[in-house]
């Protein structure tokens, strides 16, 4: 037998063999395929579609956000509350400027009856400088007993700097994150005194163990009977290991901690979620759901980004389940919807689900892999749509559960802020100071307190209470 030209003569088992080889070869083309496409795909994250924080997008093209755009005219609104610097009745220091000659003719006219008068006022601080009280404190010997009585007073016989500076120090490092060396400089600058770093961390520690007990278990348990909370986390460098600082939030409070993990052992030492039995909003992190006593809502602001992420792998039906999200969320603004309105937005949702499963490719197990095959991107965020309808579209449902996570998100924001400025937390002790202190100001700050004046306070001394926190 004559083999033709370009053929090769081979057997039945190399042939089968051949075979075998070349669907495995590819199975695993399929398979590397679709790994750089998922590598591909984390090179196009940004804050658009994905968690990525805005300031990770660099100097790249100018991120189209998801925020829909506002008809309103740029600049301040009608009926917006403007706050136009306006003249005091009684001011400080009055100055007189008066007219000797006529600046014409050269006429004197010092002895003119005057005509008219107008004013024009200054506000401006002050010159600012320490001062430096000394504390004379008498020590007699009584002539019955011989025994000697010291006057009290609460100053030790050293040179030291008081409340108002140690809290001036806790203000500016705290609350307005300038760090230890900087916040050295300004008040070197500004009152020619510069305490030391270590004044500035004795002075947070000060600060610290004056709100341990009454203030944040106030908040802590402020949290816990509120109706609604806002639960996130996020990583930030503390003794060279990555930490977490997770975030309980209301309208009215906030509370920082910090812990090694991330998951339900650390919101177990934190002791609010096992407690919590009201709404609790959240991004899909799975170790919020472990406390089945809450009722769970996700955030649809992190769903958005994800849609646009499935989006922009050509994911036709990522595009129409954001407009169902935004169309219920223009629905949930209204002050009167009705109930088939929302039918009809949960008919739109479940049809699109359904379609979009049938359409979606299932994943392949390769003949030498054991176990179970993970489950695409895409698949996994159609089943999210589709078994957690209730948390999704809770807002719907639900007056007091939003849209999104952003009140957590901007609270944590100051801890990204932080992280920005510092870096890192050298010691856990330094991101504990500073979890505790951040929690009171954040509350305060919500309460419309005065920061500056419940920091004095709080410093001043242990048996003076800082300022009262307002209940959930």
Same mark, same amino acid.
């Given at each position: 037998?004559?083999?033709?030209?370009?053929?090769?003569?081979?057997?039945?088992?190399?042939?089968?063999?051949?075979?075998?080889?070349?669907?495995?070869?590819?199975?695993?083309?399929?398979?590397?395929?679709?790994?750089?496409?998922?590598?591909?795909?984390?090179?196009?994250?940004?804050?658009?579609?994905?968690?990525?924080?805005?300031?990770?997008?660099?100097?790249?093209?100018?991120?189209?956000?998801?925020?829909?755009?506002?008809?309103?005219? &740029?600049?301040?609104?009608?009926?917006?509350?403007?706050?136009?610097?306006?003249?005091?009745?009684?001011?400080?220091?009055?100055?007189?400027?008066?007219?000797?000659?006529?600046?014409?003719?050269?006429?004197?006219?010092?002895?003119?009856?005057?005509?008219?008068?107008?004013?024009?006022?200054?506000?401006?601080?002050?010159?600012?400088?320490?001062?430096?009280?000394?504390?004379?404190? +008498?020590?007699?010997?009584?002539?019955?007993?011989?025994?000697?009585?010291?006057?009290?007073?609460?100053?030790?016989?050293?040179?030291?700097?008081?409340?108002r500076i140690k809290s001036l120090a806790v203000y500016l490092n705290q609350?307005?994150?300038?760090?230890?060396?900087?916040?050295?400089?300004?008040?070197?600058?500004?009152?020619?005194?510069?305490?030391?770093?270590?004044?500035?961390?004795?002075?947070?520690?000060?600060?610290?163990?004056? /709100?341990?007990?009454?203030?944040?278990?106030?908040?802590?348990?402020?949290?816990?009977?509120?109706?609604?909370?806002?639960?996130?986390?996020?990583?930030?460098?503390?003794?060279?290991?990555?930490?977490?600082?997770?975030?309980?939030?209301?309208?009215?409070?906030?509370?920082?901690?910090?812990?090694?993990?991330?998951?339900?052992?650390?919101?177990?030492?934190?002791?609010?979620?096992?407690?919590?039995?009201?709404?609790?909003?959240?991004?899909?992190?799975?170790?919020?759901?472990?406390?089945?006593?809450?009722?769970?809502?996700?955030?649809?602001?992190?769903?958005?980004?994800?849609?646009?992420?499935?989006?922009?792998?050509?994911?036709?039906?990522?595009?129409?389940?954001?407009?169902?999200?935004?169309?219920?969320?223009?629905?949930?603004?209204?002050?009167?919807?009705?109930?088939?309105?929302?039918?009809?937005?949960?008919?739109?949702?479940?049809?699109?689900?359904?379609?979009? /499963?049938?359409?979606?490719?299932?994943?392949?197990?390769?003949?030498?892999?054991?176990?179970?095959?993970?489950?695409?991107?895409?698949?996994?965020?159609?089943?999210?749509?589709?078994?957690?309808?209730?948390?999704?579209?809770?807002?719907?449902?639900?007056?007091?559960?939003?849209?999104?996570?952003?009140?957590?998100?901007?609270?944590?924001?100051?801890?990204?802020?932080?992280?920005?400025?510092?870096?890192?937390?050298?010691?856990?002790?330094?991101?504990? &100071?500073?979890?505790?202190?951040?929690?009171?100001?954040?509350?305060?700050?919500?309460? +419309?307190?005065?920061?500056?004046?419940?920091?004095?306070?709080?410093?001043?001394?242990?048996?003076?209470?800082?300022?009262?926190?307002?209940?959930?």
């Open positions: 037998m004559q083999i033709p030209e370009g053929y090769i003569l081979i057997s039945k088992v190399e042939y089968e063999q051949l075979l075998k080889d070349n669907g495995e070869l590819r199975k695993q083309v399929e398979l590397l395929t679709a790994r750089v496409k998922e590598m591909e795909g984390m090179l196009h994250k940004d804050s658009h579609n994905s968690n990525k924080p805005p300031s990770s997008d660099g100097l790249k093209r100018k991120v189209q956000n998801n925020r829909e755009k506002s008809e309103r005219k &740029v600049g301040g609104q009608i009926g917006h509350k403007g706050k136009t610097l306006e003249m005091v009745k009684n001011p400080d220091h009055i100055i007189e400027h008066k007219v000797s000659h006529c600046d014409h003719c050269g006429m004197d006219l010092s002895g003119i009856e005057t005509k008219k008068m107008y004013r024009g006022q200054v506000h401006d601080l002050p010159p600012v400088k320490i001062e430096v009280t000394e504390h004379r404190v +008498e020590i007699k010997q009584c002539p019955a007993c011989g025994k000697e009585t010291v006057a009290h007073c609460e100053v030790p016989p050293t040179a030291q700097y008081g409340k609350y307005q994150m300038i760090p230890y060396e900087r916040t050295r400089e300004l008040m070197e600058d500004l009152f020619g005194g510069c305490p030391s770093a270590e004044v500035l961390q004795q002075s947070n520690q000060l600060c610290y163990d004056n /709100i341990e007990h009454k203030v944040e278990e106030e908040i802590k348990e402020a949290i816990v009977q509120s109706a609604v909370i806002h639960n996130d986390e996020t990583g930030i460098r503390c003794e060279g290991k990555t930490k977490w600082i997770h975030v309980s939030s209301t309208q009215e409070q906030t509370y920082f901690a910090i812990d090694p993990k991330r998951g339900t052992e650390a919101m177990d030492r934190i002791n609010i979620l096992p407690r919590f039995t009201g709404k609790s909003i959240h991004d899909r992190w799975a170790s919020y759901e472990c406390y089945e006593q809450a009722q769970h809502f996700y955030c649809n602001a992190h769903l958005l980004r994800e849609l646009s992420a499935q989006e922009d792998d050509g994911k036709n039906w990522a595009s129409k389940m954001k407009t169902i999200l935004l169309d219920a969320f223009a629905l949930s603004k209204q002050e009167q919807k009705e109930q088939t309105q929302i039918a009809s937005i949960e008919e739109r949702y479940d049809a699109l689900v359904t379609k979009a /499963i049938e359409e979606e490719p299932l994943p392949q197990k390769p003949s030498h892999q054991r176990g179970k095959v993970a489950k695409s991107k895409s698949l996994n965020l159609l089943e999210c749509f589709r078994y957690k309808k209730e948390k999704v579209l809770g807002f719907l449902h639900h007056p007091d559960v939003p849209f999104d996570n952003n009140l957590a998100e901007r609270d944590l924001r100051m801890v990204k802020l932080k992280q920005k400025i510092s870096g890192c937390f050298r010691t856990q002790k330094g991101a504990e &100071v500073f979890c505790r202190i951040r929690s009171y100001i954040s509350t305060l700050k919500k309460q +419309e307190k005065n920061v500056w004046d419940a920091l004095r306070i709080s410093i001043s001394s242990p048996q003076l209470q800082p300022i009262e926190i307002r209940g959930g």
